[in-house]
């Protein structure tokens, strides 16, 4: 190869990105929060169906259920009134064991429960009992997706960064999540460009937004669930997932709702054991 065309190579360097997984980062958002909810529950029927990676679980399952309230953030209806915008975590306290065909105790050996109850202790110090975490402020890592070295990345991990003090009050701008209205004349086809402080929706922030339309529906007619969405909310992902039945059986699983026995969908009230 000639001298010059070697020279013209790119170097590492020029890429700005490494193959080395070491330095890769997972996604994240950083905001202050407050803790509202952080005690222990039975894992719900629903949460314990068999899936694809372990059968169904027939004993109690305990589970450490967080629920953070973003301080940076709400999210406004199109009738204009706002909800919290609130962040789901916590962790099984047991898990199920394929060697032992039993649920057992969490320990260092499920990495990412070992990693979040770690992260949660080094920052408050105590942590047991669960519910004298309740009211304190912290700054919060969320990832949508973080691996812990398996198959399948884990989803929705919640951690707290750093202590702030029991006065905190946050100053800065409170960033307005708008569920936006869309123009709804035939063909159109636009949505509303968000301005600076209405951005669009995520699908996370979207499933929030959805809840309050839940309320009083039956798990068991999904199309009357789809058919009373306001437009900016009929994503393709929470249109597919309300028809299979899988957001219903998510959102129930985090505790998030609850579902009668007839199907009838209601909140989970918050601070409820």
Do not use: H
């Given at each position: 190869m000639p001298e010059e065309a070697r020279t013209n190579e790119p170097t590492s360097e020029d890429f700005g990105v490494s193959v080395d997984p070491?330095?890769?980062?997972?996604?994240?958002?950083?905001?202050?929060?407050?803790?509202?909810?952080?005690?222990?529950?039975?894992?719900?029927?629903e949460y314990k169906k068999e899936t694809e990676f372990r059968p169904a679980i027939t004993d109690p399952l305990p589970q450490w259920d967080i629920r953070v309230r973003r301080l940076d953030a709400e999210l406004v209806l199109p009738d204009g009134s706002k909800?919290?915008?609130?962040?789901?975590?916590?962790?099984?306290?047991?898990?199920?064991?394929?060697?032992?065909?039993?649920?057992?105790?969490?320990?260092?050996?499920?990495?990412?429960?070992?990693?979040?109850?770690?992260?949660?202790?080094?920052?408050?110090?105590?942590?047991?009992p669960t519910e004298t975490l309740e009211g304190k402020y912290a700054m919060f890592d969320?990832?949508?997706s973080k691996s812990f070295g398996g198959s399948m990345p884990a989803r929705n991990v919640l951690v707290p960064v750093s202590v702030l003090p029991p006065d905190y009050q946050y100053t800065g701008e409170v960033r307005l999540i708008t569920v936006r209205e869309r123009a709804e004349t035939e063909g159109a086809t636009e949505a509303t460009t968000p301005s600076a402080t209405e951005p669009e929706l995520s699908a996370d922030e979207a499933q929030t937004a959805l809840l309050p339309y839940l309320v009083g529906k039956n798990r068991n007619d999904p199309a009357s669930i789809i058919t009373s969405l306001p437009p900016e909310l009929r994503l393709a992902g929470i249109l597919t997932s309300l028809a299979t039945g899988d957001l219903i059986k998510d959102l129930q699983a985090a505790g998030t709702i609850e579902v009668a026995t007839d199907g009838t969908i209601s909140l989970t009230v918050v601070g409820e054991a």
């Amino acid at each position: 190869m000639p001298e010059e065309a070697r020279t013209n190579e790119p170097t590492s360097e020029d890429f700005g990105v490494s193959v080395d997984p070491a330095t890769w980062v997972d996604p994240k958002e950083t905001f202050p929060g407050i803790i509202e909810v952080s005690r222990k529950r039975w894992a719900s029927d629903e949460y314990k169906k068999e899936t694809e990676f372990r059968p169904a679980i027939t004993d109690p399952l305990p589970q450490w259920d967080i629920r953070v309230r973003r301080l940076d953030a709400e999210l406004v209806l199109p009738d204009g009134s706002k909800v919290p915008a609130i962040r789901y975590g916590g962790i099984d306290l047991k898990k199920y064991s394929a060697r032992e065909q039993a649920l057992v105790p969490i320990s260092s050996r499920f990495p990412k429960e070992y990693w979040i109850a770690n992260e949660w202790k080094r920052v408050f110090g105590k942590i047991e009992p669960t519910e004298t975490l309740e009211g304190k402020y912290a700054m919060f890592d969320f990832y949508p997706s973080k691996s812990f070295g398996g198959s399948m990345p884990a989803r929705n991990v919640l951690v707290p960064v750093s202590v702030l003090p029991p006065d905190y009050q946050y100053t800065g701008e409170v960033r307005l999540i708008t569920v936006r209205e869309r123009a709804e004349t035939e063909g159109a086809t636009e949505a509303t460009t968000p301005s600076a402080t209405e951005p669009e929706l995520s699908a996370d922030e979207a499933q929030t937004a959805l809840l309050p339309y839940l309320v009083g529906k039956n798990r068991n007619d999904p199309a009357s669930i789809i058919t009373s969405l306001p437009p900016e909310l009929r994503l393709a992902g929470i249109l597919t997932s309300l028809a299979t039945g899988d957001l219903i059986k998510d959102l129930q699983a985090a505790g998030t709702i609850e579902v009668a026995t007839d199907g009838t969908i209601s909140l989970t009230v918050v601070g409820e054991a």
